[in-house]
């Protein structure tokens, strides 16, 4: 039986929440990123952020940024590696 001290806490639980949102953000439709946008400048019980929505916007582009970079070394490395043949 499961109690309350073996449950993640809610900060955790948030923390899982954004970084599933943020990996799904390409997915998404322009209308949710945008309320999602809007709903991050006004969220009750926590302090504001100055300029939050910038500052996730900058979060998404580094993401961005390190997945085609990881896509293209990926790209190079399978082109540098000669195909494998048979005996």
Known sequence: MSTLSDRPSDELIFQHLGAAVVLCWGQLPAVAKDQILRQADDVIGLAPIPEIR??????????????????????????????????
């Open 54 to 87: 910038n500052e996730i916007v900058k979060l998404l582009i580094r993401k961005a940024k390190a997945e085609w970079l990881a896509a293209s070394q990926a790209i190079s490395h399978s082109r540098s590696v000669p195909p494998l043949r048979g005996h």
